[in-house]
């Protein structure tokens, strides 16, 4: 509507314009010497816009001829780089579907065309990879990282290549320069991290978590626990070897992660080493809160070597408090009840744990406690249960378990926490019944092979004892 209005008030300028020209009494003459030519304005106007006009479209058209080769040649140009481009794209398509023939066939003719192109590249080296040519594939990568738009994706692919080949050297230094091209790039991070965990370099995996905390890679949370988690390593690594430092580290580990019971116990252990008994019942006690653990008991119960077993009972006593809180807490005031002699006392502590399925460890405890009371049968009847009851608990980290608390999962290589707990749920039917007052397993085997009983283990189940 606006164009409308402007194209009509344009119509109406021009029609004043050549009405006002029409009234003008003036002439234009123009003299030569054989002829005087006389026009009014207006005529002498238009005449001269018709001369503008034709002089316009005859340089033009002059225009057109002189840069038409020019053109002619950014047609050429123009047509050659489309099929390019189009083979280019036929080329990813094929590499995408596995077809590793026609991908180099395409990247091939693309490469002809598009000299600087990076995606010829990238093609170049799939079209490597599908055929199995790591020769071809490293070169290919190495190329990328001559350019500074794809030096990055170079760097990754060299990475992934050294990375397969087991060269975890070369690996990390292929890491590191990447990383250092760009901090924030998640993928290096990683990697580096992978590498030094592999490699049990705790101290810079600990760094490495830093760094990508500080860049956003990772929430402050999570960054926080798996820094402890390596703190923890690192103290547990040093114990031995420099204790001041170990102490130092599972201080630290603890200040980020009051729950983890490694760091707890290289510090209530260094602390009695030198002769610190109250240091180490305090980092003990605020553990076992947390996260209750027969070790924690039994570094609690070793925290004055020279007492005796009923001093040792008091100092459990004082740690686990009420037994019927949790089976830890039963467990670890039993154990150190029957090292005392105290019997009645472990009976009592065990009593809310035995009713219906009890752990294999408290099966044990059991029978001890009933051969040192005299019943052999009972004794017996508990050590026959024990054969059949759930697992203990053990450490278990991505579902594998293992003797040893590890900071490092052993199935993605990631940084998780370690679990205390059974290895795997205990399948149905795998329980304890009483019938007739004898004890009978539920299950009952019929195969006629003698360790038919330990074919079936559980997925997560590592056949660790």
Same mark, same amino acid.
């Given at each position: ?99 590793? #023939?026609?991908? &180099? $066939?395409?990247? @091939?003719? *693309?490469?002809? !065309? ?7 590249? +990238? /093609? ?71 590498? #030094?965990?592999? &490699? $049990?370099?705790? @101290?810079? *995996?600990?760094? !490495? ?7 956003? +890679? /990772? ?80 570094? *609690? ?165």
């Amino acid at each position: 509507m606006i164009q409308l209005l402007w194209r009509f008030l344009l119509l109406v300028f021009a029609a004043i314009a050549f009405a006002w020209l029409a009234d003008r009494p003036e002439k234009i003459v123009i003299q030569s010497p054989l002829h005087e030519i006389q026009v009014s304005l207006l005529v002498g106007v238009v005449l001269l816009s018709l001369v503008l006009v034709a002089a316009y479209f005859i340089w033009k058209l002059l225009h057109r001829i002189w840069s038409s080769p020019k053109t002619v040649r950014e047609s050429m140009r123009f047509r050659k780089h489309r099929k390019a481009y189009e083979s280019l794209s036929r080329g990813i398509i094929a590499a995408g579907a596995g077809d590793a #023939q026609a991908a &180099a $066939k395409h990247a @091939a003719i *693309a490469s002809e !065309t598009l000299k600087n192109e990076p995606l010829i590249t +990238l /093609l170049t080296a799939q079209a490597a990879q599908l055929k199995g040519d790591r020769a071809g594939v490293k070169r290919a990568f190495e190329d990328m990282t001559k350019s500074p738009d794809t030096e990055l994706l170079g760097l990754r692919g060299l990475f992934a290549e050294a990375k397969q080949a087991g060269d975890w050297v070369t690996a990390r230094k292929i890491a590191e320069r990447a990383l250092a091209k760009n901090a924030r790039l998640p993928w290096a991070s990683t990697a580096i991290l992978q590498v #030094q965990t592999t &490699a $049990k370099d705790w @101290a810079q *995996a600990a760094a !490495t978590i830093a760094q990508q905390g500080k860049a956003g +890679l /990772l929430p402050r949370d999570e960054a926080t626990k798996k820094q402890a988690i390596l703190l923890s390593a690192q103290a547990l690594d040093l114990e031995e070897k420099d204790r001041e430092r170990a102490q130092a580290f599972a201080h630290d580990a603890l200040s980020h992660d009051a729950s983890l019971v490694p760091a707890a116990l290289v510090a209530a252990r260094t602390h009695v080493a030198n002769g610190n008994p109250k240091k180490a019942l305090k980092i003990l006690r605020a553990t076992w809160a947390l996260s209750p653990h027969p070790d924690l008991a039994e570094v *609690a119960s070793n925290a004055k070597p020279n007492d005796g077993a009923e001093e040792k009972f008091e100092r459990v006593r004082d740690l686990v408090g009420r037994p019927e809180t949790n089976l830890e807490s039963a467990f670890a005031l039993a154990r150190a009840a029957i090292a005392a002699k105290r019997w009645d006392v472990a009976k009592v502590a065990l009593e809310t744990y035995v009713t219906e399925q009890p752990q294999a460890r408290i099966c044990g405890m059991m029978a001890q406690i009933e051969d040192a009371q005299g019943d052999k049968g009972r004794s017996r009847e508990w050590l026959a249960r024990a054969l059949h009851a759930p697992r203990d608990p053990i450490w278990v980290s991505d579902g594998v378990a293992s003797p040893r608390w590890t900071p490092v999962s052993p199935v993605t290589g990631e940084i998780i926490a370690c679990a205390w707990k059974p290895p795997f749920e205990q399948p149905p039917g795998l329980g304890w019944q009483s019938q007739n007052d004898e004890a009978v397993p539920l299950l009952e085997t019929t195969s006629t092979k003698p360790n038919s009983a330990e074919t079936f283990r559980p997925p997560d189940d590592p056949g660790i004892e």
